[in-house]
């Protein structure tokens, strides 16, 4: 059987965009069946017959076991981001059953992120006292790791927008 090894880069901000990249895939007959760290394995399939969905949450083998009872398939793992794929057959696929649900993602991607920011600001800040290279290394990172929150952010209050337009 044939399998197909593409390695791309994905910013975390643009989760959607490698959502939507990873359906196009299935959309031409390749879907998803094993995933690393910016390299995704694809198998053949039947054009447009799976749906692929991921999400940012902690380990859980109880939430695995339920999503893989409603017919979806667990693909992998990378660090915080689970993949799933379900067959179009099975109807509708969607992790987030509505705006608060996608909200809550929001804000638990946010929330990782500020982290990993603080922590490369605070070793920034203490190795750039040496004039150490690893010091802007760190303070680089914690500015991306700002626009990314940022990029969150927006996001999150584009959907709050939503809600308060639907309620």
């Given at each position: 059987?044939?399998h197909?090894?593409?390695?791309?880069?994905?910013?975390?901000?643009?989760?959607?965009?490698?959502?939507?990249?990873?359906?196009?895939?299935?959309?031409?007959?390749?879907?998803?069946c094993?995933?690393?760290l910016?390299?995704?394995?694809?198998?053949?399939?039947?054009?447009?017959?799976?749906?692929?969905?991921?999400?940012?949450?902690?380990p859980?083998?109880?939430?695995?076991?339920?999503?893989?009872?409603?017919?979806?398939?667990?693909?992998?793992?990378?660090?915080?981001?689970?993949y799933?794929?379900?067959?179009?057959?099975?109807?509708?696929?969607?992790?987030?059953?509505?705006?608060?649900?996608?909200?809550?993602?929001l804000?638990?991607?946010?929330?990782?992120?500020?982290?990993?920011?603080?922590?490369?600001?605070?070793?920034?800040?203490?190795?750039?006292q040496?004039?150490?290279?690893?010091?802007?290394?760190?303070?680089?990172?914690?500015?991306?790791?700002?626009?990314?929150?940022?990029?969150?952010?927006?996001?999150?209050?584009a959907?709050?927008?939503?809600?308060?337009?639907?309620?």
């Amino acid at each position: 059987m044939e399998h197909r090894t593409i390695w791309k880069l994905f910013f975390v901000w643009d989760f959607e965009k490698e959502e939507d990249w990873l359906n196009e895939m299935a959309a031409q007959g390749w879907a998803l069946c094993r995933v690393g760290l910016c390299r995704y394995e694809f198998e053949p399939c039947e054009p447009d017959s799976y749906v692929i969905r991921m999400e940012m949450r902690s380990p859980d083998e109880g939430y695995i076991r339920f999503m893989t009872e409603t017919g979806a398939e667990y693909i992998g793992r990378v660090v915080q981001w689970i993949y799933f794929r379900k067959e179009v057959s099975y109807g509708p696929f969607d992790l987030f059953s509505d705006i608060d649900s996608r909200i809550d993602h929001l804000k638990r991607i946010s929330r990782m992120l500020l982290a990993i920011a603080l922590i490369n600001l605070s070793l920034g800040i203490l190795n750039s006292q040496g004039y150490s290279r690893l010091g802007w290394i760190n303070l680089l990172v914690a500015s991306l790791l700002t626009y990314a929150l940022g990029r969150m952010h927006g996001k999150t209050e584009a959907l709050e927008k939503e809600r308060q337009l639907r309620e």
